[in-house]
């Protein structure tokens, strides 16, 4: 079964203060998910329109498990800690089998 990926690049972060009341909530939520951070930070090489911010990647057991995640309570609260701190683009991605 292939898994599942959340891949997060951050554009700006505007207030270092609701990413961090973020991140206290996001990672037990993401925890309890069953994901499995891979990559957080901010050392980046961007090329062609990307920026060379923040990036997060987040492992999961299947497409639908990461799906799962998101959608869940917990999570839904770090979205709103979160609220209009960060400019993101935030994926869900199946991997390749």
């Known amino acids: 079964m292939p898994k ?17 009341a973020y991140n206290m909530l996001a990672g037990p939520a993401v925890e309890a998910g069953g994901g499995r951070i891979l990559a957080r930070g901010s050392r980046v090489v961007a090329h062609d329109a990307g920026i060379a911010e923040r990036t997060v990647l987040i492992e999961f057991d299947s497409f639908e498990q ?18 209009d701190g960060v400019e993101r683009d935030f994926r869900i991605v199946e991997g390749i089998d």
């Open 4 to 20: 599942g990926y959340w891949v997060s690049a951050y554009r700006t972060i505007s207030d270092p203060e609701k990413l961090a």
């Open 66 to 83: 990461a799906v799962a995640a998101h959608e869940s309570a917990a999570y839904q609260e770090a979205l709103v800690a979160l609220s």
